[in-house]
């Protein structure tokens, strides 16, 4: 009698979703020399202002063509109609269309290596003590399965890797946004510069979030998002759009999907999975911004897995979320405060649009969006903007 050869995976790792994350993840893996099969439905583009860091573009090496803008400075609302602009002294925030960068990630995948598939998860079990078999529907209706080592989730808000790998209680709290894209008006006009992006801290366009306006050359994101259910996003877009005097414009595309607003507290399952981006709740709060944290989840997970494939130990995939949290856990806890506080009512609404005017404050902003890093080039601005911070709540104490 002779044993049976043991069975062989397909591929080392499955990446159920082809976003940033998920994409990022595929491409660090393949050129590492895994064998990767990544997995997105397409024909959809996630709602997102595409708005993408310095950091991100020299970090993950995306090539100038794909901007479609170049922004310089922002322009933020109050509640009483009164604005602020913060003017970017050394540098620019890049734009991307979702519609057109999610695509090129996933070719930068297959060209390294990657098997890239039109197709959904739909399920996973345990094949043996190794082996996962991992199902999955193609965009063509035919189901497949193969044999992988491990799962890496990277689908969305809505995840179904989470759902079968973890259970349905775990999700985390969300914000719900919906944006227009609309055509770009043409030439300059006082309420539309192409190379800067308004934001509404208004009540009557979010009461618990904000509105925003993104260019992106010959198109525009218009967009709001609230974790109020049945708070009505396209009365809100309405208003903003008409705010903003883009009411007239050609509408092109319209969007909604859910955001979460806080990372998960585990995001592997102790034995073959490990979620990434949307999926394990990488957004960051109070600016809502994720391409950039689900792109750098993407690499550590990718970096966990090959420890993972390497040595069969499940703990390799906890560090995911320990490195990631240990760079930027900080910044995390800050935005959270920002939101839960700032964001309450428009008193508090007006207040912080008043601190931002205080070129201090856009200092430390823009050089912590832009290299994802708390600004240490000039200690005593954090001082500065501590003691005006201390002075704007003392107001609001009192009043």
């Known amino acids: 009698m002779t044993m049976a050869a043991a069975r062989r995976a397909d591929y080392d790792v499955v990446v159920a979703g082809g976003g940033p994350g998920g994409a990022t993840a595929a491409t660090d893996l393949a050129l590492a020399g895994r064998r990767v099969l990544l997995l997105d439905r397409e024909g959809r ?7 993408i860091p310095t950091k991100l573009i020299e970090e993950f090496d995306i090539p100038a063509s794909l901007l479609q803008a170049r922004i310089r400075s922002a322009r933020i609302f109050a509640p009483s109609g009164t604005s602020v602009d913060m003017k970017i002294d050394d540098g620019f925030v890049g734009m991307v269309g979702r519609d057109v960068f999610d695509p090129w990630l996933r070719e930068r ?22 082996l996962l078999d991992v199902r999955f529907v193609r965009n063509d209706g035919i189901a497949e399965t193969v044999a992988a080592r491990m799962i ?10 989470r759902r079968v790998m973890f259970g349905r209680d775990q999700r985390p709290p969300y914000v719900f946004a919906y944006h227009e894209i609309v055509r770009s008006p043409a030439g300059r006009r006082q309420s539309f510069d192409a190379r800067r992006c308004d934001v509404y801290y208004q009540g009557r366009i979010s009461p618990d979030f904000y509105g925003w306006v993104f260019p992106h050359g010959d198109t525009t994101s218009v967009g709001v998002g609230s974790a109020i259910k049945g708070f009505d996003l396209r009365a809100a877009t309405r208003a903003l759009r008409e705010a903003a005097g883009l009411g007239a414009q050609q509408t092109l595309r319209e969007e909604g999907a859910p955001l979460p607003l806080k990372p998960l507290r585990r995001w592997d399952n102790g034995r073959d999975t490990v979620l990434v981006g949307d999926a394990a709740g990488v957004v960051a709060p109070s600016s809502g911004e994720g391409i950039y944290f689900a792109m750098d989840c993407g690499r550590l997970a990718a970096q966990a897995a090959g420890e993972f494939l390497a040595t069969g130990n499940p703990r390799a995939l906890v560090g995911v979320r320990r490195r990631f949290m240990r760079k930027h856990g900080r910044v995390f806890l800050i935005l959270g405060f920002m939101q839960g506080f700032w964001y309450r009512n428009d008193k508090r609404r007006e207040r912080f649009v008043m601190i931002c005017e205080d070129r201090d404050v856009q200092k430390l902003v823009w050089e912590s969006y832009l290299h994802k890093r708390l600004a240490r080039t000039d200690p005593l601005a954090h001082v500065r903007v501590f003691l005006k911070d201390l002075r704007h709540l003392l107001r609001l104490a009192f009043q």
């Open 45 to 51: 583009t996630k709602p997102c202002g595409g708005a």
């Open 109 to 130: 995948a297959a060209s390294s290596g990657a098997t890239v598939l039109a197709a959904t998860f739909e399920s996973a079990c345990a094949a043996d003590d190794s």
């Open 152 to 161: 890496i989730g990277a689908d969305g808000a809505n995840s179904t890797v």
